[in-house]
Each structure stands twice: as structure tokens, then as C-alpha cells.
């Protein structure tokens, strides 16, 4: 009788701890299904839109709203330009993504000279854990995109 019980325990203890493990992959296995609904309306590799960004960067770092409309525009202007350059196939991809990595400091820069003292330190706090972010190998923001505690800026 105690061999039974125990055997019981046992299985269902099984049961309990694997129903998560198939739900994750359930759930996984359904968002290759459908990678659009997924993506939740992001552009190229799961970035958020220049709108998104600029959101998180005004929760972040509590934007004006004048601050606001240049830094969507400093956004949209490079979301622009990075589109144009991922068309270009005449260049090697190295001299593609080194372009791109130069829009983006300069969309970093533009964007840090809008901002004050105090948003300033708090905006190279973000770039300093986004850039440790980048060497420890990820690629894309950390999260699914959406700037957590310790996530990096985009």
C-alpha cells in the first residue's frame, strides 16, 4: 500500500512539474506558427517603431513633450535611413552594418544633446548597459524589446 501511494506522489509530482515545460512549448511552437501577431506590430528584428521608442524614452527618462516630437523625429529619420541602407545590396554586409552603426550613434547623439543634466546621466547609464548588452553577444533588445530593468535602450 505505501509502495502505491508513493508511486502516485511520484507521478503526479511528474505531471506537475512537466505541465509547464509542454505549455512553454505549446505556446512556442504556435508563435512560429504565426510570427506577425508574435512580432506585436515591430519592424526589422523585432525593433520597436520610432512611436514605441520614443514612449519608452519619455517613461524612462520623462521626456517633454517638445522633447518628445524631436526625438521621434531624430527616430524616424533613422528607422529611414536604415531601411534605405538594408535595400542597398551593392555594399558588403560589414560596410552595410558599419553604416548603420554610425546612424545610430549619431541618432544617439542628436538625441542626448535634447536632453538635460539629469536625463543625460540617466541616458548614458542606458547606453553603458546597452553597450554591455551588445559585447556579451545578444543581438536585438533584451526582453522582446521593451526597455526592463537592465535592458538597453533602442
Known amino acids: 500500500m505505501l509502495k502505491q501511494y508513493l508511486l502516485v506522489l511520484l507521478a503526479a509530482g511528474v505531471i506537475l512539474i512537466s505541465a509547464p515545460f509542454v505549455a512553454a512549448q505549446d505556446s512556442s511552437?504556435?508563435?512560429q506558427q504565426s510570427p506577425p501577431a508574435r512580432e506585436g506590430g515591430r519592424g526589422h528584428h523585432?525593433?520597436?517603431?520610432?512611436?514605441?521608442?520614443?514612449?519608452?524614452?519619455t517613461r524612462q527618462l520623462n521626456l517633454t513633450a517638445d522633447q518628445q516630437t524631436k526625438v521621434q523625429d531624430i527616430l524616424t529619420s533613422e528607422h529611414s535611413q536604415m531601411q534605405s541602407l538594408r535595400q542597398d545590396t551593392s555594399q558588403s554586409q560589414q560596410d552595410r552594418r558599419s553604416k548603420m552603426m554610425d546612424i545610430h550613434k549619431t541618432?544617439?547623439?542628436q538625441i542626448r544633446t535634447l536632453l538635460d543634466s539629469t536625463q543625460q546621466k540617466k541616458w548614458d547609464e542606458m547606453q553603458a548597459k546597452r553597450e554591455q548588452w551588445m559585447q556579451g553577444g545578444h543581438h536585438g533588445p533584451p526582453g522582446g524589446g521593451t526597455d526592463q530593468q537592465g535592458a538597453p535602450p533602442q
Not at 523585432?46 to 524614452?57: K, S, Y
Open 29 to 31: 511552437s504556435n508563435d
Open 107 to 109: 541618432s544617439d547623439t
Open 46 to 57: 523585432g525593433m520597436p517603431d520610432a512611436a514605441q521608442r520614443t514612449q519608452e524614452l
